[in-house]
């Protein structure tokens, strides 16, 4: 199990892998550090890879906060001190953890933030993103252009993207497969799930049989990909 770390002046969830193995850091939906995120963590660092959960809402989740309240907080977050804090955390990582290699996985806002930081920062072995939120039309606290930096990234890529996410349309996510397949380097993995919703991962969706059969094909891939990259 894990628990709760300082890093410098973040809060962060690790749960350690096997000594010297792979990291990976771990950017979370609305939902912040919640249950299911430190399961998730708690599952990889079983497997061996170390897991370290950047904190989006500094001390908030949705263990004490509603989704509204969270996603109030998000219309709020600056795009290069939430990447300025993966960064630190990504340092951290890499150093003081000792992992040997680092990949990212993010979901939703942290997909979208996976691909922004690989985008920027070439040490990354490889980025997960689950149904990225990521529309052409940015937010007002919005700097970049995921869709557009994603043409930067060096790593391999695999994305899980929803065929009736209502966040994302059709057209942006082929956008976003555009660019990533125009890279001079780095794989491109796609898995589309047709009829699956935004946020097909988080449980709180698996009543609906498409999220989670959805869920139940793309959480394995993602496992081999991010194990087949770090390693």
Not at 72 to 80: A, T, V
Request: some cysteine; charged content about 20%.
């Amino acid at each position: 199990m894990g628990d709760y770390v300082s890093v410098g002046d973040l809060t962060a969830y690790l749960s350690t892998g096997r000594t010297n193995g792979p990291g990976l850091l771990l950017l979370p939906m609305i939902t912040g550090i919640g249950e299911q995120v430190r399961d998730w963590a708690d599952e990889l660092g079983e497997r061996g890879i170390t897991a370290l959960t950047w904190d989006p809402f500094h001390g908030r989740s949705t263990d004490d906060s509603t989704v509204d309240e969270l996603h109030d907080l998000l219309l709020q977050m600056d795009d290069d001190a939430a990447l300025a804090e993966q960064t630190q955390l990504l340092d951290h990582l890499l150093g003081e953890l000792g992992a040997a290699k680092a990949g990212v996985i993010g979901w939703c806002l942290g997909g979208r933030f996976a691909i922004l930081l690989a985008a920027r920062d070439h040490r990354l072995a490889s980025v997960t993103a689950f149904h990225p939120t990521v529309p052409s039309e940015l937010r007002p606290n919005q700097t970049y252009d995921a869709i557009a930096d994603a043409a930067a990234i060096t790593a391999p890529v695999l994305v899980s993207y929803p065929g009736a996410d209502a966040a994302v349309p059709v057209a942006d996510f082929e956008a976003l497969q555009t660019s990533l397949q125009t890279r001079p380097t780095g794989a491109t993995v796609v898995l589309f799930h047709p009829g699956a919703d935004h946020g097909f991962t988080n449980r709180d969706r698996h009543d609906k049989a498409v999220n989670a059969d959805a869920y139940q094909l793309a959480w394995p891939q993602a496992l081999t990909f991010i194990e087949t990259t770090g390693s």
